[in-house]
């Protein structure tokens, strides 16, 4: 059973595991998948497409699943992103951005602020800095 903090909202559709925490103000959308003993802190965004792993922990303010928007001609379209895939214990910090199609592996810590773009690899047990950008492929 998650415990859902008031203000938060989960979708129908979305998947919760069993003692996973969704703080106040926090969004998750239909088809997003929460492991086990997570938590997405307050004001988090949880869009469609996005597995979070068990025991991870999303901090306030971060977004999971972001499509990206180029411009007409930009080196980084190519096809559909795919799935954001986060692996169990990760941390996700305060204000990161992480988009479709990333794959951030087990144990990885993503700072406050920092951007993962689509098609990008976090390794296991990675950090990440505060403000810093994996770019796309």
């Known amino acids: ?32 998948r929460i492991g086990d003993e997570s938590t997405i802190g307050s004001c988090a965004v949880v869009r469609g497409g996005v597995g979070v792993g068990a025991r991870c ?4 303010g971060a ?10 001609g930009s080196s980084a379209a190519g096809a559909r992103p795919g799935d954001l895939i986060i692996g169990d214990g ?3 910090c ?3 951005v992480l988009y479709a199609g990333a794959l951030i592996a087990a144990g990885a810590i993503i ?4 951007q993962i773009r689509e098609r990008s690899q976090v390794g296991e047990r990675s950090v990440i800095g505060r ?6 492929d």
């Open 57 to 60: 922990l999303v901090e306030d």
């Open 131 to 136: 403000g810093s950008c994996v770019d796309f």
């Open 94 to 96: 305060a204000g990161a």
């Open 90 to 92: 990760a941390t996700v």
């Open 111 to 114: 700072g406050d602020q920092a």
């Open 1 to 32: 059973m998650a415990d859902l903090y008031p203000g938060a909202h989960v979708a129908p559709g979305a998947e919760l595991g069993s003692g996973v925490t969704i703080e106040p103000g926090a969004v998750v959308h239909d088809g997003a």
């Open 63 to 72: 977004v999971l699943g972001k499509r990206p928007r180029l411009r007409a």
